[in-house]
């Protein structure tokens, strides 16, 4: 297999700059996908949970998994605070705001929606949804789960999850592999 070509990491971090899992553009929350992988995973302290009014929330099924158009997880069974226990949609933003931001409460597709899971509770936002921030109850810390997801670890995890270049990567030798790195560190001072 041959060397890496100069320039190689920037050109393909320029061209995946949106499909990079581990952070989000303009701010210092971790991007919607980690979040969503967070709950797929249950990576919580599920007898802890609350809605950011304080009441307890226990998910019996997080749903599943919606890679198309509409709420992030269908058929979600949750029960909040001393209510029955019901069955709808949940969706992952990174903020409260999101809500309204996006329009969700225009769109027929959200009606269904039973719980609306954020990263932190923020700012009050006209939410009219149940609404858990996962901030506080998370099982691991975010930057250790962060680390993990792009490990070898992280092989365990489905392969949708494993993100675009874990087979080509996989690929390079140990040579090309420091080259990449070395590639990298310095694309990236030069963004710093």
Request: aromatic share 8%.
């Amino acid at each position: 297999m041959p060397g890496l070509c100069p320039g190689f990491y920037a050109q393909w971090r320029a061209q995946n700059e949106s499909r990079l899992l581990l952070r989000e553009r303009g701010g210092p929350h971790p991007p919607e996908r980690l979040l969503q992988t967070v709950w797929h995973h249950q990576r919580l302290q599920r007898d802890q949970l609350q809605t950011v009014d304080g009441r307890m929330v226990r998910v019996l099924h997080p749903g599943f998994w919606n890679h198309e158009a509409g709420p992030d997880f269908r058929g979600a069974v949750v029960q909040i605070g001393r209510e029955e226990a019901r069955s709808g949609d949940v969706e992952i933003d990174w903020e409260r705001q999101n809500w309204q931001t996006h329009q969700h409460h225009r769109n027929p597709a959200f009606a269904n929606v039973v719980l609306h899971v954020v990263w932190s509770a923020g700012p009050e936002a006209s939410d009219p949804l149940p609404t858990l921030a996962l901030e506080k109850f998370v099982d691991t810390p975010l930057n250790e789960m962060q680390g993990w997801a792009g490990s070898p670890v992280a092989a365990v995890w489905p392969e949708a999850l494993r993100g675009a270049c874990a087979t080509p990567l996989a690929q390079l030798t140990t040579e090309q592999s420091g080259g990449l790195l070395q590639q990298a560190a310095l694309d990236r001072k030069s963004v710093v």
